[in-house]
């Protein structure tokens, strides 16, 4: 019966860890303590996208910078509750294609994700990793 047990657990183990190869696990971000910025410094693999999840309060302010601009990465922000003056949880000034640059004003207490991404571009996929610098600044 144990050796039953075991031999399902790792076939679990197994299917789960399967499941998660090929998506993207989402990365909290904590700012140092005193501090209000931070950078940080990352790879997209080809055909994939990071996420970086950040909690902050309404009202703050929040400016994001993505570098360099040749690598065609682009980021979106959300949060996760719903903002019905949008009909989206996308937050206002963000394009549904992505952008470089976003500086505003935060409507909630929320965990904002940042998701970083090249647009999907048929004819021309991503085959290398693209090295990039996100600057998240919250005041």
């Known amino acids: 019966m144990k050796i039953f047990l075991c031999i399902i657990l790792l076939l679990a183990c197994n299917a789960v860890a399967a499941a998660q190869k090929g998506h993207c696990r989402t990365r ?51 949060g ?18 992505g952008i470089t640059d976003w500086e505003g004003t935060l409507p909630n207490d929320d965990a904002y994700e940042i ?11 991503q085959k290398r990793t693209l090295p990039f610098r996100l600057l998240v600044e919250i005041h």
């Open 115 to 125: 998701w970083v991404e090249r647009p999907a571009v048929t004819n021309n996929p």
């Open 28 to 78: 909290d971000v904590f700012f140092a303590k005193g501090k209000s910025s931070i950078m940080l410094r990352g790879q997209l693999e080809p055909c994939n996208h990071l996420i970086y999840r950040i909690r902050a309060k309404s009202g703050q302010k929040m400016r994001v910078t993505l570098r360099p601009e040749i690598n065609d990465l682009v980021f979106l922000i959300q």
């Open 80 to 97: 996760t509750k719903f903002l019905p003056e949008r009909g989206s949880f996308v937050l206002e000034g963000i394009h549904k294609n």
